[in-house]
């Protein structure tokens, strides 16, 4: 829509840590429970509940038992953000 993408995502265990220079990011959960790891806190989202992490702040989303998410985010943007990926590490 508008050139933004809603991406429906399992999720389970730590995801990496990362910025998105150029957007926000919104999660929303559809089932289960997500928390986002921020360096200085943690928001815990349930079933309904939605978050949106401004542009440039560092992030990590944790699903401790699998969970059903939506990511609304635009086209194109690189899921691991600044992070660069070698193999699955974060580096």
Partial sequence: MNDYQFKLVRAKG????????????????????????????????????????????????VAQNECKIMIIEPRGVVHTGNARVLTGVSL
């Fill in 14 to 61: 730590k995801f990496i840590w990362h910025a998105h220079e150029d957007t926000d990011e919104a999660f929303i959960v559809l089932d289960g429970e997500l928390t986002i790891e921020f360096r200085d806190r943690l928001i815990t989202l349930e079933k309904g509940e939605m978050v949106v992490v401004p542009m440039g702040v560092e992030h990590r989303p």
